[in-house]
């Protein structure tokens, strides 16, 4: 019998020559053999794979969490800066004066002086 013969009989009774070869090669990869000689390789390939994405989901969080901190750490500074400059403004003499002013007292104008007890000497 010729291959052609083979071919037209095995579609004649519905088996196919690339399933047949299919097969085989499937049966390469489910050696029993071969899954006991390299199931601690894959086992291995797999805990690292794992242990891969695992590092990188977390880099990933931690780079999330540092670019939160940075943005609040720049509204704090920001925050800062406005209200240093809002007690320098109210620090200020002229501005300690008329706040003052407002609750009814008035500004020295002349120089403080130390009263001396003469008895006492």
Same mark, same amino acid.
Do not use: C
């Given at each position: 019998?010729?291959?052609?013969?083979?071919?037209?009989?095995?579609?004649?009774?519905? @088996?196919?020559? +690339?399933?047949? &070869?299919?097969?085989? =090669?499937?049966?390469?990869?489910?050696?029993?053999?071969?899954?006991? /000689? #390299?199931?601690?390789?894959?086992?291995?390939?797999?805990?690292?794979?794992?242990?891969?994405?695992?590092?990188?989901?977390?880099?990933?969080?931690?780079?999330?969490?540092?670019? @939160?901190?940075? +943005?609040?750490? &720049?509204?704090?500074? =920001?925050?800062?800066?406005?209200?240093?400059?809002?007690?320098?403004? /109210? #620090?200020?003499?002229?501005?300690?004066?008329?706040?003052?002013?407002?609750?009814?007292?008035?500004?020295?104008?002349?120089?403080?002086?130390?009263?001396?007890?003469?008895?006492? @000497?």
């Amino acid at each position: 019998m010729t291959k052609t013969e083979e071919n037209k009989e095995n579609t004649v009774t519905g @088996k196919s020559v +690339q399933s047949e &070869q299919t097969k085989d =090669s499937f049966s390469f990869i489910l050696n029993k053999e071969w899954v006991n /000689k #390299s199931l601690p390789a894959i086992l291995v390939l797999s805990t690292l794979a794992i242990f891969y994405i695992y590092i990188a989901n977390s880099h990933v969080k931690k780079l999330n969490e540092i670019e @939160k901190l940075k +943005q609040e750490n &720049q509204e704090l500074r =920001s925050e800062l800066i406005a209200i240093q400059t809002d007690l320098m403004t /109210k #620090s200020k003499q002229s501005e300690v004066a008329n706040r003052v002013r407002e609750r009814g007292l008035k500004e020295m104008r002349k120089p403080p002086f130390q009263l001396k007890d003469e008895k006492n @000497k």
